[in-house]
């Protein structure tokens, strides 16, 4: 089961949920990969992926994505069925 751990930036969109989980399957003879994660979360909180990833598909600049404990900044990035996925928004002030 992969685990999806949310940032508190993203309460709006999930209730204030800050887990989730989800039994994804990879497509036949493929790979799981963080792009069908992010898509399944969509599928639960509509909005939600457009503040994690841009208009072009890439991950935006203020968020940074774990597979494990490995930052990834590409969509591919492959993701195992019993991965933990962490979403991280980028704190600023001064």
Known sequence: ???????????????????????????AGGSLTLKEVIEALESRFRGLAFRVVDEHGNIRRHIAMFVGETMVRELSAPVNPDSRVQIVGALSGG
């Open 1 to 27: 089961m992969i685990r999806v751990f949310l940032p508190s930036q993203l309460d709006d969109y999930t209730q204030g949920e800050r887990e989730q989980h989800f039994e994804l399957l990879p497509p």
